[in-house]
Nanobody, 126 residues
Framework: VQLQASGGGLVQAGGSLRLSCVTS????????MAWFRRVSGEEREFVAVIPWSGSAVYADSVKGRFTIFRDNTKNTVHLQMNGLKPEDTAKYYC?????????????????????WGQGTLVTVSS
């Protein structure tokens, strides 16, 4: 499985961006898809996850502002980011793992995932 992320850029505080992650390979619909972000020198931070079934789960820091959704017909997962803040500035990574069960807290952990995209940079100016 290969992941290709795009959609990052420079935006003013309060603005919006939509990130996209296209995956190759089969059985996309059976993969858990997630977004993480990393500020230089720090660990990857969980942002959002959408399991194969069930509801999406978000980090408290983005809840109410970000929405993760998937299009299984296009093997794509998106992260709609509204109300961006300077503290959202980071490189954003999509991640995937074959898993067809409901949400578990493991899905918040970067090491749980098998596949990663190359990252896309989001910069929010104040």
């Amino acid at each position: 499985v290969q992941l290709q992320a795009s959609g990052g850029g420079l935006v003013q505080a309060g603005g919006s961006l939509r990130l996209s992650c296209v995956t190759s390979g089969r059985a996309f619909h059976t993969h858990v898809m997630a977004w993480f972000r990393r500020v230089s020198g720090e660990e990857r931070e969980f942002v959002a996850v959408i399991p194969w079934s069930g509801s999406a789960v978000y980090a408290d820091s983005v809840k109410g502002r970000f929405t993760i959704f998937r299009d299984n017909t296009k093997n794509t997962v998106h992260l709609q980011m509204n109300g961006l803040k300077p503290e959202d500035t980071a490189k954003y990574y999509c991640a995937a793992r074959y898993y067809s069960e409901m949400y578990t807290r493991d899905m918040r952990i970067a090491s749980w995932y098998d596949y990663w995209g190359q990252g896309t940079l989001v910069t929010v100016s104040s």
